[in-house]
C-alpha cells in the first residue's frame, strides 16, 4: 500500500515567491521591534554581571515598587473579576432598560487615554477638586496614595473580564441554567454548577490580561501617584524614575523583571487559549 | 398528579401569544400539544414549568396554586428541545445533578445517588455512555441523557419540548415506543409538544391541538382524526383539499363530483367547505368528468395525482399505484369522496391568518 500522501498534496500549488518575501518581511520586522529590544533588555541588565543587577533589584526603593505593583494588581484583578462576571450576567439574561447604555459604558475605558482618568481623579479627588475639602475633613487619602492607583488601574482594566465572558455567556444562552433551575438548584448553585464552569476559561484568560495591563500601567498611576520614591512608585514609574536618574543598569533590571512578568503572563495566557 | 389551568393569557408586547388557555390533565396522563409553529406551545409549557408566568389566568396542580412557586420549587422535569445538557459534565453527573442540588437535610446518601443514577441508565439503555462527556453522545443518546436527567428527581410532572424534533425519522419512531414504555413504567404525568401529528397520535392519551394561542380541540387522537372539529384542525390534520360545496337538505353537491358516498348532515342550506384527505379521493376515469389530470408523480407505492377543475383550481389526490393502471394525464376524470368534513363557508378573515405549515417545513425558532 502506498503511504497516504499528506493532507492537501494534491491541491495545485500557487506561486511561492511572495508569499515567501511577505514571510520574510514579517520576521524581519517582528525581529526588529519585538525580539531585538526585549534581548537587549535582558542583555543590559545583566551587563555587569549577576552581582550588579540583584543589588539593583533589592534596592528597597525598586523593591518596593515591584511589592506595590503586585499589592495593586491583587486588589484590582478580583474586583474586576466579580465586576465582570456580575455585569455579563445582567447583560446576557436580562433585557432592561439602559442595557445598551451600559455596554457602551464598559468599553469607554478601552477608548479613553489613561492618562485622562488620572486627570480625571485628580480634579474629583484633588486638594483643589470637587469632593477635595470633604476629604480632607475627614482625613481620607486618596490621591498619591494606594486608593487613588488602585482606582485608575480598575478604572483602565475594567473591561478585560467582561469583553472576554460576555460573548460566551451570549452565545451559551440561558437554557442550561433553566434547566439546573427546573432541577431544583437555587441560583447560587446555578452559578456555581453551570455558568462558572462553562465561562472559566474565558474568565481566567480575562483574568490574565487583567494582570498584565494593571502590572504595566503607567499614564493614570502616574497622574495619580506623585511619583514619590518608595511610597507610591509602581514598577512601571520607577523604571522611568531610575532612568530619568541615569541609573541606566537600575532601570534595565527593573525593566527586566517587569518583562519577565508579562512573559510569564503572556505563557498562561497563550496555555489557556490553547485549552478553550 | 392532576393540573388544572384556567383562563390563561400571555402577552409579548403586543402580540397575544395564549389567548384564554382552559386545560385539564388527569392524574397519569400523557398528553400532546400539537399546533403549527409560533402557536405557543413552549410557551404555555414554559409557563407550567415556571420559566414564564402568564398576565393573567390560573395554574393550580392537586388543586394548589402553582403560580405563587418557583421553578426551583415545582420541580417539574423539564426536557429542552434542544436537550441543554450540561457540556461539562460527563453523562452520571448530568443524571445526578437534580439529585445533588437538593438541600442538605433532603439529599440522599452518595451511595444511594450513584445507584439510582446506575438504575436509571440501565432504564435508559445507555449503560456504556455513563463516563462520556454530551458533546461525545449521538442525537438520540443525548436525547436519553436528558429524559434521565429530567426522571432521576422523580417528578410529578414531566415536560418534554418538542422532545424528537431533531432526530430522524427511524430513530423517533424506536424512541417514541420507548417513550410510551418509560411513561408507563413510571406513572408520572407527562405533558409533550409536538408539531409532527403521527407523533402526537401514536404516543398521547389525548391530544390538545392549539392553534395561534387558543386550544383548538381537546380529545382521543382517533376523535380527533376522524372529527376534526374546526376548519384549522381539519387543515392540520392532513385535510388538506378544500372544495367549494353547496349545502342542500343534509347534502353537500358540487358540480362535477360524486358526493353521494358522503353522510347526510345536519346543516342548513347554503355554501360550505368540504375538507378531504387526498387519499380519500377517489378518482375515476370519465369522459363526462369535468376535473382533469394535470400530473401524476409516483412516490413508490402511492401515485399522487394533481387534477385541475373547472374553474382552474387544483387539488391533489392519492391513491395506490394499482389500484389506476389505466390514468394519463390530460384525461378528463370524476371524483368520489369517500370521506371528508364539512363546515360553513367562513368569511376567509375568520381563518387562522397563518395556514397549517408541513411539519417537514416547520421553521425553527432561533
Ligand atoms: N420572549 C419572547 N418575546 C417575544 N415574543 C416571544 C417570546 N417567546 C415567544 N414569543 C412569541 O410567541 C409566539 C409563540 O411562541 P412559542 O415558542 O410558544 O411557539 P411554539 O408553538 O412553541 O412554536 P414552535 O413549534 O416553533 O416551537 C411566537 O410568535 C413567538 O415569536
Ligand atoms: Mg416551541
Same mark, same amino acid.
Given at each position: 500500500?502506498?503511504?497516504?500522501?499528506?493532507?492537501?498534496?494534491?491541491?495545485?500549488?500557487?506561486?511561492?515567491?511572495?508569499?515567501?518575501?511577505?514571510?520574510?518581511?514579517?520576521?524581519? #520586522?517582528?525581529?526588529?521591534?519585538?525580539?531585538?529590544?526585549?534581548?537587549?533588555?535582558?542583555?543590559?541588565?545583566?551587563?555587569?554581571?549577576?552581582?550588579?543587577?540583584?543589588?539593583?533589584?533589592?534596592?528597597?526603593?525598586?523593591?518596593?515598587?515591584?511589592?506595590?505593583?503586585?499589592?495593586?494588581?491583587?486588589?484590582?484583578?478580583?474586583?474586576?473579576?466579580?465586576?465582570?462576571?456580575?455585569?455579563?450576567?445582567?447583560?446576557?439574561?436580562?433585557?432592561?432598560?439602559?442595557?445598551?447604555?451600559?455596554?457602551? #459604558?464598559?468599553?469607554?475605558?478601552?477608548?479613553?487615554?489613561?492618562?485622562?482618568?488620572?486627570?480625571?481623579?485628580?480634579?474629583?479627588?484633588?486638594?483643589?477638586?470637587?469632593?477635595?475639602?470633604?476629604? #480632607?475633613?475627614?482625613?481620607?487619602?486618596?490621591?498619591?496614595?494606594?486608593?487613588?492607583?488602585?482606582?485608575?488601574?480598575?478604572?483602565?482594566?475594567?473591561?478585560?473580564?467582561?469583553? *472576554?465572558?460576555?460573548?460566551?455567556?451570549?452565545?451559551?444562552?440561558?437554557?442550561?441554567?433553566?434547566?439546573?433551575?427546573?432541577?431544583?438548584?437555587?441560583?447560587?448553585?446555578?452559578?456555581?454548577?453551570?455558568?462558572?464552569?462553562?465561562?472559566?476559561?474565558?474568565?481566567?484568560?480575562?483574568?490574565?490580561?487583567?494582570?498584565?495591563?494593571?502590572?504595566?500601567?503607567?499614564?493614570?498611576?502616574?497622574?495619580?501617584?506623585?511619583?514619590?520614591?518608595?511610597?507610591?512608585?509602581?514598577?512601571?514609574?520607577?523604571? *522611568? #524614575?531610575?532612568?530619568?536618574?541615569?541609573?541606566?543598569?537600575?532601570?534595565?533590571?527593573?525593566?527586566?523583571?517587569?518583562?519577565?512578568?508579562?512573559?510569564?503572563?503572556?505563557?498562561?495566557?497563550?496555555?489557556?487559549?490553547?485549552?478553550? | 398528579?392532576?393540573?388544572?389551568?384556567?383562563?390563561?393569557?400571555?402577552?409579548?408586547?403586543?402580540?397575544?401569544?395564549?389567548?384564554?388557555?382552559?386545560?385539564?390533565?388527569?392524574?397519569?396522563?400523557?398528553?400532546?400539544?400539537?399546533?403549527?409553529?409560533?402557536?405557543?406551545?413552549?410557551?404555555?409549557?414554559?409557563?407550567?414549568?415556571? !420559566?414564564?408566568?402568564?398576565?393573567?389566568?390560573?395554574?393550580?396542580?392537586?388543586?394548589?396554586?402553582?403560580?405563587?412557586?418557583?421553578?426551583?420549587?415545582?420541580?417539574?422535569?423539564?426536557?429542552?428541545?434542544?436537550?441543554?445538557?450540561?457540556?461539562?459534565?460527563?453523562?452520571?453527573?448530568?443524571?445526578?445533578?437534580?439529585?445533588?442540588?437538593?438541600?442538605?437535610?433532603?439529599?440522599? +446518601?452518595?451511595?444511594?445517588?450513584?445507584?439510582?443514577?446506575?438504575?436509571?441508565?440501565?432504564?435508559?439503555?445507555?449503560?456504556?455512555?455513563?463516563?462520556?462527556?454530551?458533546?461525545? !453522545?449521538?442525537?438520540?443518546?443525548?436525547?436519553?441523557?436528558?429524559? %434521565?436527567?429530567?426522571?432521576?428527581?422523580?417528578?410529578?410532572?414531566?415536560?418534554?419540548?418538542?422532545?424528537?424534533?431533531?432526530?430522524?425519522?427511524?430513530?423517533?419512531?424506536?424512541?417514541?415506543?420507548?417513550?410510551?414504555?418509560?411513561?408507563?413504567?413510571?406513572?408520572?404525568?407527562?405533558?409533550?409538544?409536538?408539531?409532527?401529528?403521527?407523533?402526537?397520535?401514536?404516543?398521547?392519551?389525548?391530544?390538545?391541538?392549539? %392553534?395561534?394561542?387558543?386550544? $383548538?380541540?381537546?380529545?382521543?387522537?382517533? $376523535?380527533?382524526?376522524?372529527?376534526?372539529?374546526?376548519?384549522?384542525?381539519?387543515?392540520?390534520?392532513?385535510?388538506?383539499?378544500? !372544495?367549494?360545496?353547496?349545502?342542500?337538505?343534509?347534502?353537500?353537491?358540487? @358540480?362535477?363530483?360524486?358526493?353521494?358516498?358522503?353522510?347526510?348532515?345536519?346543516?342548513?342550506?347554503?355554501?360550505?367547505?368540504?375538507?378531504?384527505?387526498?387519499?380519500?379521493?377517489?378518482?375515476? @376515469?370519465?369522459?363526462?368528468?369535468?376535473?382533469?389530470?394535470?400530473?401524476?408523480?409516483?412516490?413508490?407505492?402511492?401515485?399522487?395525482?394533481?387534477?385541475?377543475?373547472?374553474?382552474?383550481?387544483?387539488?391533489?389526490?392519492?391513491?395506490?399505484?394499482?389500484?389506476?393502471?389505466?390514468?394519463?394525464? %390530460?384525461?378528463?376524470?370524476?371524483?368520489?369522496?369517500?370521506?371528508?368534513?364539512?363546515?360553513?363557508?367562513? +368569511?376567509?378573515?375568520?381563518?387562522?391568518?397563518?395556514?397549517?405549515?408541513?411539519?417537514?417545513?416547520?421553521?425553527?425558532?432561533?
Amino acid at each position: 500500500m502506498r503511504p497516504a500522501a499528506a493532507p492537501g498534496a494534491l491541491a495545485p500549488r500557487p506561486d511561492q515567491r511572495v508569499a515567501k518575501a511577505l514571510i520574510a518581511a514579517a520576521v524581519l #520586522l517582528t525581529i526588529a521591534v519585538l525580539v531585538v529590544p526585549l534581548a537587549y533588555i535582558f542583555h543590559r541588565a545583566f551587563a555587569q554581571g549577576f552581582q550588579v543587577f540583584a543589588a539593583n533589584i533589592l534596592e528597597p526603593n525598586t523593591l518596593h515598587a515591584i511589592a506595590l505593583t503586585a499589592l495593586v494588581a491583587l486588589l484590582t484583578v478580583p474586583v474586576n473579576i466579580a465586576f465582570g462576571i456580575a455585569a455579563a450576567w445582567a447583560i446576557a439574561r436580562f433585557r432592561f432598560r439602559g442595557r445598551k447604555a451600559l455596554l457602551t #459604558l464598559i468599553e469607554i475605558p478601552f477608548s479613553i487615554s489613561p492618562i485622562i482618568a488620572g486627570i480625571c481623579y485628580l480634579l474629583l479627588y484633588g486638594r483643589q477638586g470637587l469632593l477635595g475639602s470633604w476629604l #480632607l475633613a475627614h482625613d481620607i487619602q486618596i490621591l498619591f496614595a494606594l486608593p487613588g492607583i488602585v482606582m485608575v488601574t480598575m478604572f483602565v482594566t475594567s473591561p478585560f473580564v467582561l469583553r *472576554e465572558v460576555l460573548p460566551l455567556m451570549q452565545a451559551q444562552g440561558s437554557e442550561q441554567e433553566q434547566a439546573a433551575v427546573t432541577l431544583g438548584a437555587s441560583g447560587w448553585q446555578v452559578f456555581r454548577r453551570v455558568t462558572l464552569p462553562n465561562i472559566r476559561w474565558a474568565l481566567l484568560y480575562g483574568a490574565v490580561l487583567c494582570t498584565a495591563r494593571a502590572v504595566g500601567e503607567f499614564g493614570g498611576v502616574s497622574v495619580v501617584s506623585g511619583s514619590i520614591r518608595g511610597q507610591t512608585n509602581t514598577l512601571p514609574l520607577q523604571i *522611568e #524614575l531610575l532612568f530619568n536618574d541615569l541609573n541606566i543598569a537600575g532601570a534595565f533590571a527593573a525593566a527586566s523583571t517587569l518583562t519577565v512578568i508579562a512573559l510569564v503572563v503572556m505563557v498562561l495566557k497563550t496555555a489557556m487559549e490553547a485549552r478553550r | 398528579m392532576s393540573l388544572s389551568i384556567a383562563n390563561m393569557t400571555r402577552r409579548f408586547g403586543q402580540t397575544e401569544v395564549l389567548r384564554g388557555i382552559d386545560l385539564d390533565i388527569g392524574k397519569g396522563e400523557l398528553v400532546a400539544l400539537l399546533g403549527p409553529s409560533g402557536s405557543g406551545k413552549t410557551t404555555l409549557l414554559r409557563i407550567i414549568a415556571g !420559566l414564564d408566568w402568564p398576565d393573567a389566568g390560573s395554574l393550580a396542580v392537586d388543586g394548589q396554586d402553582w403560580l405563587g412557586r418557583t421553578a426551583q420549587a415545582r420541580r417539574t422535569g423539564f426536557v429542552f428541545q434542544h436537550y441543554a445538557l450540561f457540556p461539562h459534565m460527563k453523562v452520571r453527573d448530568n443524571i445526578a445533578f437534580g439529585l445533588t442540588v437538593l438541600p442538605r437535610s433532603q439529599r440522599p +446518601p452518595s451511595a444511594q445517588i450513584e445507584a439510582r443514577v446506575r438504575e436509571l441508565l440501565h432504564f435508559l439503555q445507555i449503560d456504556a455512555l455513563a463516563d462520556r462527556y454530551p458533546s461525545e !453522545l449521538s442525537g438520540g443518546q443525548r436525547q436519553r441523557v436528558a429524559l %434521565g436527567r429530567a426522571l432521576a428527581i422523580s417528578p410529578r410532572l414531566l415536560l418534554l419540548d418538542e422532545p424528537f424534533g431533531a432526530l430522524d425519522a427511524q430513530v423517533r419512531r424506536d424512541l417514541r415506543r420507548w417513550l410510551r414504555g418509560v411513561h408507563e413504567a413510571s406513572g408520572t404525568t407527562t405533558i409533550f409538544v409536538t408539531h409532527d401529528q403521527e407523533e402526537a397520535f401514536e404516543l398521547a392519551d389525548r391530544v390538545v391541538v392549539m %392553534g395561534a394561542g387558543r386550544i $383548538e380541540q381537546i380529545g382521543h387522537p382517533d $376523535e380527533i382524526y376522524d372529527h376534526p372539529a374546526s376548519a384549522f384542525v381539519a387543515r392540520f390534520v392532513g385535510l388538506t383539499v378544500e !372544495l367549494p360545496v353547496t349545502m342542500h337538505q343534509g347534502r353537500a353537491e358540487a @358540480p362535477g363530483i360524486d358526493l353521494t358516498a358522503l353522510p347526510r348532515r345536519a346543516m342548513a342550506d347554503g355554501p360550505a367547505t368540504l375538507f378531504l384527505r387526498p387519499s380519500d379521493i377517489a378518482v375515476r @376515469p370519465d369522459p363526462e368528468g369535468c376535473f382533469r389530470v394535470a400530473e401524476i408523480v409516483s412516490t413508490g407505492a402511492l401515485l399522487r395525482l394533481q387534477l385541475t377543475g373547472p374553474d382552474g383550481c387544483g387539488i391533489e389526490a392519492e391513491m395506490p399505484r394499482r389500484r389506476i393502471a389505466g390514468l394519463e394525464t %390530460g384525461q378528463p376524470v370524476l371524483l368520489r369522496p369517500e370521506a371528508g368534513r364539512i363546515f360553513p363557508a367562513a +368569511p376567509r378573515s375568520d381563518q387562522p391568518a397563518t395556514p397549517a405549515p408541513l411539519p417537514a417545513f416547520k421553521e425553527q425558532r432561533l
